[in-house]
């Protein structure tokens, strides 16, 4: 294959508490993806400490682009461009990603394409699914963003619905820590509830009016710490497995609501989840069952592609490539970028 056939891509990610170098071969093909987390540093302090993040991706990016390269088996002079998380996300954190890819794509004269880190978690989809192809449905879920987004091409977004308050994920998180399990909230409510009822504890499903698709979860919150306000009035111990089983119940059937609205309402044939929250197995299962009555294709990255990792930029940075969509040595990090926006 000559090397017009194959264009390799350095992805970098550090948005946020990951740092992520991986090095994708037209888009689907990972030759490596490396990550290397906070998150035991982070623990101690309950939660992402955006100092301490930047200052632990700039010790890291260099090591963990080596190794990528590395295990990839090229070295930098075998890289045809270099894709870039530039927001949104902690802008110290993005900086950090951002200055290294514009070394990288300066010293070796290849492009440089800033990605959105949405856009990166949408485009996981495509890395295990070499099938799927844009017109679809996606379901972002991740710890700062809930989106229902119409995938139309690729690089072509159109958000249906949003959460108007808390994402899916960081209700998670706030809730795992309410019931004292710590952080990250998510894997470890996903654990306790295997143990609960789901059907213990009626907390609330807000369901927005009008006709947006869009979501709400800071209300479910709120009822979560009622419940263990009035438990501890009481004198009785709120069962965390049944606490943890409920709400996750609840986020669950917020979450598949709009998709069904949205599957009847646009008749879309493809759906994809994506996003920290979607490695979450009773959320994928109910999607799959959704997806099995209304007879859409159902399409979802493995848990490892679902959080931050650098393959997801470098599957959407391609596709940049493609449409000669390349950034300035101008790029900056973007905290509060918006999906569609350049
Ligand atoms: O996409 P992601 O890795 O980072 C962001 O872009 O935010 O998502 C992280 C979020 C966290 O809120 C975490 O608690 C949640 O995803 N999460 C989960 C699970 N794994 C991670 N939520 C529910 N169940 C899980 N298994
Ligand atoms: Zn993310």
Not at 326 to 338: H, Q
Request: hydrophobic letters at 45%; aromatic letters at 8%.
């Amino acid at each position: 294959m000559n090397r017009k056939e194959e264009i390799r891509i350095l992805a970098v990610e550090s948005s946020c508490d990951e740092t992520g170098a991986a090095v994708v071969v037209n888009g689907r093909d990972v030759r490596s993806n490396l990550i290397s987390s906070q998150i035991a540093l982070h623990t101690i302090y309950g939660g992402v400490v955006p100092e301490i993040a930047s200052r632990k991706h700039i010790e890291k990016i260099n090591q963990v682009i080596a190794a990528a390269l590395d295990e990839a088996g090229m070295t930098l002079d075998d890289i045809d461009a270099v894709g870039v998380t530039y927001g949104p996300g902690l802008v110290g954190a993005l900086l950090v990603g951002v200055a290294e890819a514009k070394a990288i794509s300066y010293a070796k004269k290849i492009p440089l394409i800033g990605v959105h880190h949405i856009e990166g978690h949408i485009c996981a989809n495509y890395i295990e699914n070499p099938g799927l192809k844009p017109p679809f449905l996606c379901l972002v879920a991740s710890g700062g963003h809930t989106h229902l987004v119409r995938v139309s091409g690729y690089g072509s977004y159109e958000i249906l619905g949003r959460t108007l308050d808390d994402a899916a994920g960081e209700a998670f998180d706030k809730v795992a820590r309410a019931i004292g399990l710590g952080y990250p909230g998510g894997p470890k409510i996903e654990k306790a509830a295997r143990q609960g009822r789901p059907d213990a504890i009626p907390f609330p499903r807000a369901h927005v009016a009008g006709d947006a698709y869009n979501f709400s979860f800071s209300g479910m919150k709120s009822a979560v710490l009622n419940y263990l306000n009035s438990c501890q009035m009481k004198g009785i111990t709120a069962v965390q497995e049944d606490v943890a089983a409920s709400f996750q119940q609840a986020v669950i059937d917020v979450l598949t609501a709009n998709v069904k609205r949205a599957f009847e309402e646009t008749g879309v044939k493809q759906f994809a989840i994506a996003g920290g929250v979607a490695s979450n197995t009773a959320l994928r299962q109910a999607m799959k069952e959704l997806c099995g009555q209304y007879q859409v294709a159902f399409y979802h990255p493995s848990p490892v592609l679902c959080t931050d990792n650098a393959a997801m930029i470098g599957a959407a940075a391609y596709y940049d490539y493609l449409a000669g969509r390349f950034a300035g040595l101008d790029l900056n990090a973007v905290p509060n970028l918006k999906l569609g926006e350049r």
